[in-house]
Structures are given as C-alpha cells and as structure tokens.
C-alpha cells in the first residue's frame, strides 16, 4: 500500500556567530560548503529558500550552500528570520540577558515567522514539500522549541554548530517530528 499522505518540511540552516560585517573563516567557508553538498545529496526539491539578506554571515553561507543546489531555487530573503532575543530562556542565563524590550520587539518577529513557515501542507498538496530557511541558531531552536510544542522558554538548553542542519516534518494530522538536528563535523575542518 503506498503512503499518500503529504507532507510539510523545512530544513534549518544555523548560521555562524560571526560579527556582523566581518566574514567567516576558511572553516565557516568549508563547513557551509559540505552542508550544501549534503543538502544536495539529500536530493529533494525546494520550494523555497527565505533568508535573510542584510546580515553579511547569513549572506556569505547562503551562497556557499547555494552553489551546491539546483538553479532556479526560489530565494527570497525574509527579515522576519533576523537574529533576536525570541523569550526569556528557562533557566535564566548569566552570560545572555539582554533587555527585556528586545525580547519583546525580537520575539513578535521571530514568532510571526514561525507561523509563516511552520503549517501543515495544503490539502490539495499532490507531493512533499520542502523548505530551507538559513538563519541564526536562535531562531532555529525556538522554532523547534514551538513545533514540538515544548515550553519555547526552553530554546537556549540546546546548541547548534555553524552550517548545521535541523529537518522538521509536519504531517497532515498536525503531528510535528524532528528527523534530526545534525552537526556538520567534518575532518577536513
């Protein structure tokens, strides 16, 4: 019996914590270059590829992805994907307290690309779909954090390394799975 059913997936990129303006290392080069071998490897379609475009890092590892993936991909850059203070973390960090009107002004944004992004397919969907978005860690982990319906207060107990990939999947019923938030530790870095 053949499945189907259609799913909804996006595939999140975390970008380094470069300053802004100042580029990214031979390192941060090569590790966003092996995800978007990895990427194409993976050998699905894309839909859509939103990112960020002011921020000079998100920029520079969008294109060394990029390079490695079909032509033609729909890239549309997204404001609504800037770094940002999304909530106040549970338990409070030391070395992370920025003032709470940021978690206010970042947290409306972050949360309303959330719901851009994060929804079941369309009934009439005839395939999977597939999107990748390239933003920051924090982002990342508070939209895992709010697909898993877990406490989004919670988004700062985890890491993610530069050029990692973290694939969501939203099924029809609304039931959310992480397939995996892989780290890309390859030995030529």
Do not use: K
């Amino acid at each position: 019996m053949r499945c189907t059913f259609r799913h909804s997936r996006q595939l999140l990129v975390s970008i380094g914590t470069a300053s802004a303006g100042v580029p990214h290392s031979a390192r941060g080069r090569e590790q966003a270059s092996l995800t978007g071998q990895r990427l194409r490897e993976l050998n699905v379609r894309f839909r859509s590829a939103p990112l960020l475009n002011h921020d000079s890092a998100a920029r520079e590892t969008a294109e060394a992805i990029l390079r490695h993936l079909p032509q033609g991909l729909d890239v549309e850059p997204c404001r609504l994907l800037e770094e940002g203070a999304p909530v106040p973390p549970e338990p409070p960090a030391a070395n992370y307290q920025p003032p709470p009107e940021t978690f206010t002004q970042d947290g409306r944004r972050i949360e309303s690309a959330f719901r851009r992004f994060f929804h079941r397919a369309a009934p009439d969907q005839q395939s999977d779909s597939y999107e990748l978005l390239v933003c920051h860690a924090n982002v990342i982990r508070y939209f895992v954090c709010r697909a898993l319906q877990l406490p989004p207060e919670a988004w700062l107990r985890f890491s993610l390394d530069h050029a990692s990939i973290t694939w969501v999947t939203i099924r029809p019923s609304g039931r959310v799975a992480v397939r995996y938030v892989w780290q890309l530790r390859p030995h030529t870095c």
